[in-house]
């Protein structure tokens, strides 16, 4: 694969629900690798994903996936992807989805870049 430029950033909110809280460790691995997995997994090459526990510092939002795609159209199909699954509603709230892009701003307009890590 090439060198991963991504066209467009989404910051994914999540909260937990109960659904998942009750499942055990194993059980939340093997749902997750049977139902969200498969879902996704032929959009990887377009896009890649990370995700972060904030559950520990806030209520609202217990996790935080980020996203990255080569294209709005590539984190289109991922979240149309996600949404037939049980991650969608069931284990997890989508409390809100933010989307941007890195430095439209710099790119647009041209001035120096305003960052402390440049892409």
Known sequence: MSEFEPAVTAFMLLKTRRAWLEMS?????????????PAVKD???????????????TARVTDIWVWEARSHEAFQLVVEALRETPFWDH??????????????YAKNYDPDIMATIQA
Do not use: Q
Request: glycine letters at 2%.
């Open 25 to 37: 460790v194993p059980e939340r691995v093997a749902a997750f690798k049977e139902n969200v997995l």
């Open 91 to 104: 284990y997890f709230e989508v409390v809100e989805i933010l989307v941007g892009v890195e430095n439209a």
């Open 43 to 57: 959009k990887a090459e377009d896009v890649r994903w990370r995700y972060f526990d904030t559950e520990f510092y």
